[in-house]
Every structure is written in structure tokens, then in C-alpha cells.
């Protein structure tokens, strides 16, 4: 009876120990999100465990945005939470479940009027926690993006993009009165982003980015009429990545302004340590 009863014991211990291993594990590798292939399924099971298989086969979607050149620092901070909380739907999305988010680095903002101090390039991970913004969802910063993108494709190659995405506001939004999501090309105007003959993008002063394909689009609409102009332009072959770039982000929606999904994505913008270390020193 008494040797039944401690077997019993020993039994819920081992059950529970075991328990809080699995548990330990999720919470660990939810927050480490690679790029995990089948063999990394078996190298490394507990950083990939929670890619289910067919998920490994979806190609991977880097979206890439800016926003007009003129556009400072809050409104820039206001358009990463519509890309974010539409990335953290897409990824729910049959598809596009590896998708990421790329952030666009911060370059001379029309307000930074100081001339002593390099601002070009700068990365998210200057102004916020990067790590903190990845809890929320799958957000890289550039320099991320390059290594991933070398990886993939060899070091110094320049970066080929499938598609971009230039948006621009409808003439008439309220065309008989009402507002309804949609998108339309246009032809683009002459423009200084974009070199057709060669193919060749002025991206934020980079100067090794290139792309397939740029069309122009009237758009009218929130972040998720986003997924509707991926699926609508998806390529018939798709390659291990897909590489989409969309200009002029800020005439993207936010889907719902101030639901949870807005302040989750909000919260997890920190700033970085150190310069919450410095305001603390005032
Ligand atoms: C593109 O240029 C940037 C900045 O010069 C560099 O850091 C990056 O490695 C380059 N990437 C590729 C794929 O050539």
C-alpha cells in the first residue's frame, strides 16, 4: 500500500518535471524564430520544433518599406505599427507564415538639423529595444536583412527584389460617396527611385538594390488589403524567398486604430537601454 502510494508520488513528480521541461522549452524557442530548414528539424529539434512541416515549405516573404522622405520620426513610428500588426496577421496566412518584416533604417530626417553627427543607416536597434519589438513579431532590422540575405544568396551580390510596391492616394477617394478598399495600376510617373533601364532602386542611399518588377498602384485601403495585393501579384514559381518592397507606406491604413493589437504592437516598442540610461541621468 505505502510502497503504491510513493510510486504514485515518484510518477506525478517524473510527470511534472517533464511538464515543466515542454513548458520551458516553448516559452524558450518562441522567441527564437530563424530560418530553420527540414535539417535543422533534426540538428537542432528544439530550436525548430514549433514549424510545423509544411510551414518549412512556404517560402519565406521579406517586406521591405519606406515612407515619404519628408515624414519624421512619429509618423514613422505610427506606420511600423500598421506594418507590424498586418505582418502579425499574414503570418497567420497560409503561405506567408515565414513572412518578416524589414525595417527601414533611419536616414537624415528632415527635423535632425545637426550637421556633426552621422545619421545615415541608422538602425532601429539604436532608438529601441529590438528584442522587446521581436516578442511582438517577426521584425528584422537591415543589417539583419543583408545577413540573411547573403546567406541566401552569397556575400556582395546586391540585393535583387522580386516586386515593388509604389503607392500613391486615388484622385477621388470618395468616388459616389464611399470609401471601399481597393488598389489599381497606374503608370508610373518619371521618377528618381527608379531606373528601368537598369533595373536599379534608389533605396534609402543604398546602392546595391535592383528589382524585377515596379509598378505603381493607386491604393486605397487599410494594412490588410496588403495580403489581397501579395496574393493578386504572387509569382507563378516561387523561389525560396520572396522579396517584396512597398514605397510610400504611410498610405496604408491602420486596420483598427487602438484595438489590442495596436497597443500590443505600441507596447512593444521600447526604447533601447541606453537611452533610457540617458534620459535617467536628467
Ligand atoms: C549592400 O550594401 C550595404 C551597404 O553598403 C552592405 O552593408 C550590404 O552588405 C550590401 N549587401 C549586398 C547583398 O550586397
Known amino acids: 500500500m505505502h510502497l503504491h502510494s510513493f510510486k504514485l508520488v515518484l510518477l506525478n513528480q517524473i510527470y511534472y518535471s517533464l511538464l515543466l521541461v515542454t513548458i520551458s522549452q516553448i516559452v524558450h524557442t518562441s522567441h527564437i524564430r530563424e530560418i530553420c530548414e527540414k535539417r535543422d528539424i533534426f540538428f537542432e529539434p528544439f530550436r525548430c520544433q514549433l514549424y510545423e512541416l509544411d510551414v518549412l515549405d512556404e517560402s ?9 522622405p519628408s515624414e519624421g520620426f512619429n509618423l514613422r513610428r505610427d506606420v511600423y505599427i500598421r506594418m507590424a500588426v498586418f505582418l502579425e496577421f499574414l503570418r497567420t496566412q497560409r503561405g506567408y507564415r515565414r513572412a518578416k518584416l524589414v525595417l527601414p533604417p533611419w536616414s537624415n530626417l528632415v527635423h535632425w538639423r545637426s550637421h556633426n553627427i552621422d545619421q545615415t543607416h541608422l538602425f532601429w536597434n539604436h532608438f529601441f529595444d529590438l528584442k522587446s519589438m521581436k516578442r511582438y513579431t517577426n521584425v528584422i532590422d537591415m543589417d539583419e536583412f ?43 510617373p518619371k521618377s528618381h527611385d ?13 546602392g546595391n538594390f535592383s528589382t524585377e518588377e515596379f509598378t505603381c498602384l493607386h491604393f486605397q485601403g487599410s494594412a490588410m488589403l496588403l495580403h489581397k495585393l501579395l496574393e493578386t501579384y504572387k509569382p507563378q514559381r516561387l523561389h525560396h524567398a520572396r522579396y517584396v518592397l512597398v514605397l510610400n507606406a504611410e498610405i496604408v491604413l491602420h486596420d483598427l486604430w487602438g484595438n489590442v493589437d495596436y497597443w500590443e504592437a505600441r507596447r512593444s ?5 541606453e537611452l533610457i540610461e540617458i534620459a535617467a541621468r536628467f
Do not use: Q, W
Open 194 to 206: 527608379y531606373d528601368a533601364g537598369a533595373s536599379s532602386l534608389t533605396y534609402f542611399g543604398y
Open 60 to 68: 519565406i516573404t521579406y517586406l521591405l518599406y519606406d515612407v515619404n
Open 269 to 273: 516598442m521600447r526604447f533601447a537601454s
Open 146 to 188: 543583408f545577413t540573411e540575405y547573403e546567406r541566401l544568396h552569397g556575400p556582395e551580390t546586391g540585393v535583387m527584389l522580386d516586386e515593388v510596391y509604389k503607392l500613391k492616394h486615388f484622385e477621388n477617394m470618395f468616388e459616389n460617396g464611399v470609401f471601399v478598399d481597393k488598389f489599381e495600376e497606374h503608370v508610373c
